[in-house]
């Protein structure tokens, strides 16, 4: 099986050379990957991870991570938001996992509000057909 975040982090490695990864500190086997103020409510999930070794050192999530529980001493995380290791495990990689899922599109709020039309606009978008003014055709039938 192919996992997808190899093929990322390989892109990652070397198509941003200039931006550094950043190290997240493990303290007794718990790392806060979104600090407890930017927390958001919403539906939340934990789960454990078992990977084998497979050859990269990505740590793979659902939804958005917010904690994560490993023996590791740090993280990195990208600077694409993913997260890796440092190092791969040739025993295979095991953490439990604290994230926070999305709402679906249809039931989430909309990110910005809607635009408000000034009142000229919304009277000239609410005119009848037989109300607004006639325009030429742009072609004439023959």
């Given at each position: ?16 050379p200039g931006r550094a ?9 718990h790392a806060d990957l ?109």
């Amino acid at each position: 099986m192919a996992w997808p975040g190899a093929g990322r982090i390989r892109w990652e490695r070397w198509s941003e050379p200039g931006r550094a990864n950043q190290a997240v500190p493990v303290e007794n086997g718990h790392a806060d990957l979104e600090p407890s103020a930017n927390r958001r409510s919403g539906r939340h999930i934990n789960y454990h991870v078992d990977l084998d070794a497979f050859g990269t050192d990505a740590l793979f999530f659902a939804g958005v991570p917010e904690m994560v529980d490993l023996r590791y001493p740090f993280l990195l995380r990208t600077a694409t938001g993913s997260y890796r290791l440092g190092v791969q495990s040739p025993q295979g990689v095991h953490y439990d996992a604290y994230s926070r899922l999305e709402d679906p599109p249809e039931t989430s709020p909309a990110p910005y509000p809607e635009p408000i039309l000034p009142l000229r606009a919304r009277s000239d978008y609410l005119q009848t057909a037989a109300a607004r003014p006639a325009k030429s055709p742009i072609w004439r039938a023959p």
